[in-house]
């Protein structure tokens, strides 16, 4: 009973970390219009402020695993939270009168974020594959879509409280963050001493040079590629194109992130019975179908309300879609790199997954924001997202075999320990 109810406390201090994160960066996507009118900004500039979250995720994203390794994960989510409430009130300075430009502000802001948010994912699943062993998949697809609530929440409760009042709605946003710091104190230890081994002699090149965890590492950065390109392109689509409001484009976003938390539930358990391969290939036949559509929606349909209606539920079968192709990649991660150096590097190993995860979050915001203002075309700047996902799906088709060996040997041996 004792483990039980370390392991039920466990997930929930693990699982209010991820909402918080994925809150605080979805939060200001509802209100980048306003921002972009406010500070005068290109849609390539407010693209990018989505962007910078990933930024330090990118950089970082193996030394915040070598640092969850050296000094657990329970005190590493602790110290990023304490960031993440400093960055959502930077937000609120960025809108008060300075002598410089607030843009630079909201820039910091988001940076801050994204390197606190890099930890605390990195420590996420490094807990939780030390702490569910054989039931990797359905903890981390659980863990996904408590971070798809705090994705759903943060469009909704960042308009809304924007419409209300601008300046409560950040500090709303900071005592949301700062109420889950008393959770994770409470359950440090539980998370993770930092008491394995360190491979910090490892080099990353062993990301690169195996080939499991390379073709991964593509993988995972297609996927967020397209996710983090819709963040960003999505909300000006809608505000710009078919001149939706702010609580418009807040709904329209919570059908997209509620897809995607009811797909990395159902996928991560899915997983751990049936391995991860089919579904992978499920994920990425159904993102290219629905790119596609969604180009052609922007193009063929004026009216602005039947577009919306087209665009929800496209975009709702693109984000359930997503998380089969990403969920089951996260135990994939795992078994591929503790048969390529053995056990007790796992925050060296979702650092690096992190890297991967950042560089095509990086990416995708930067290539619909130019793509749209160079081709003045919606229907272009969505219908090229198709590209990636069909490579990703032809990745995943030639390397099935291999990647199917992997996780379940790993696993066959696993389950004998």
């Excluded at 929930?12 to 509802?30: C, E, H, K, M, N």
Aim: net charge neutral.
């Amino acid at each position: 009973m004792k483990d039980y109810n370390v392991q039920r406390w466990a997930f929930w201090a693990l699982a209010a970390a991820f909402v918080v994160d994925f809150l605080g960066y979805a939060f200001i996507v509802p209100i980048l219009p306003s921002w972009k009118a406010q500070f005068a900004l290109s849609n390539t500039e407010a693209t990018a402020l989505v962007s910078f979250w990933a930024v330090p995720l990118f950089i970082f994203g193996p030394k915040t695993g070598r640092i969850t390794d050296r000094f657990g994960a329970g005190k590493t989510i602790l110290a990023s939270l304490f960031l993440l409430t400093i960055s959502a009130l930077l937000y609120l300075v960025a809108t008060m009168d300075l002598p410089i430009d607030g843009f630079y502000v909201l820039a910091l802001a988001r940076l801050i974020h994204g390197a606190s948010g890099a930890a605390i994912l990195t420590a996420g699943f490094a807990a939780a594959s030390q702490i569910w062993p054989t039931r990797f998949g359905e903890m981390s697809g659980k863990l996904i879509a408590m971070a798809t609530i705090g994705g759903l929440l943060g469009p909704v409760i960042g308009g809304i409280s924007y419409e209300i009042d601008p300046n409560l709605s950040f500090i709303l946003l900071a005592i949301l963050t700062a109420g889950v710091i008393p959770l994770i104190y409470v359950t440090t230890n539980d998370l993770g001493k930092g008491d394995e081994p360190v491979q910090g002699g490892v080099p990353i090149s062993v990301f690169i040079n195996n080939p499991v965890l390379f073709r991964i590492g593509l993988l995972v950065m297609m996927t967020t590629l397209a996710t983090g390109a819709l963040e960003a392109g999505v909300p000006l689509f809608l505000g710009e194109e078919l001149g939706l409001n702010s609580g418009w484009i807040g709904a329209i976003i919570l059908v997209m992130v509620l897809a995607q938390g009811a797909g990395g539930w159902l996928w991560g358990t899915l997983v751990d019975k049936n391995g991860p391969v089919r579904y992978m290939i499920i994920g990425w036949s159904l993102v290219t179908i629905s790119l596609i559509s969604a180009g052609i929606v922007a193009w063929k349909i004026t009216d602005s309300v039947t577009a919306a209606y087209y665009i929800i539920v496209i975009l709702g079968v693109f984000q359930f879609a997503i998380a089969a192709a990403q969920v089951p990649m996260l135990p994939m991660v795992d078994t591929a790199t503790s048969q390529a150096y053995g056990k007790g590097g796992a925050g060296l190993a979702f650092g690096a997954f992190g890297t991967a995860w950042a560089a095509g979050t990086i990416i995708g915001p930067l290539i619909i924001g130019p793509v749209y203002d160079y081709t003045n075309s919606w229907a272009v700047a969505l219908g090229i997202l198709a590209v990636p996902m069909a490579i990703g799906l032809l990745i995943t088709l030639r390397n099935k075999e291999m990647l199917s060996d992997c996780y379940t040997s790993e696993m066959a041996n696993r389950v004998s320990e």
